[in-house]
């Protein structure tokens, strides 16, 4: 399947899911013009798992990344056991809830507060391959205070983030309170 049948594809299940509750073949049209992209690790961070010097981990263990996956349970983001998210500060005091998290192409999200310069990136938890979306969360007690597109690596546009949100309210975040940064370009949130 070429990469942009599978692009269409992936706009097209976007779509029909979020044009279910609108009516009338405006709205239709309307949603069948949206275009959500795949965006690729840029190419000076390819190889960067690789060789004597490499110094950043990608996760190949399906196992590891299934425990990356992000569950929602009573409008709290939690892990696979039904636990909330929290920044365990014993293992991550620097963090102050600051976790990092990628969406793929079937718009599974998975969130890691592990996130270290030259060590453990964005793309680090998809091993490299291409990503719908990628930024920042904060997350305290399972509860989402922001969100942002900053990554680096990836680089993701503004418009990424209307699809996380999408997605995030399909699986019962309460968005509302939510502070949304879009960042623009070249424009990268420092790190703490």
Known sequence: MSRQSNVYRIMLAICVRSCMGLVGLAALNACQTATFKEYHILPRYQGEEVGSLATVRYVTDPNERAAMKLY?????????????????????????????????????IYVSFDHVQNKFHHSSILAGQPVLAAGDMTIVQGKLLELTNSSGHYRPGPKTLELVMMRLKEMGVDMSEVKVVALHGSKKRSQK
């Open 72 to 108: 929602v349970r009573d409008g709290l983001l939690t892990d696979q056991n039904g636990d909330s998210l929290d920044p365990a500060t014993d293992k991550f005091p620097d963090r102050d809830g600051l976790a990092i998290f990628v969406m793929d192409r079937q718009q599974q």
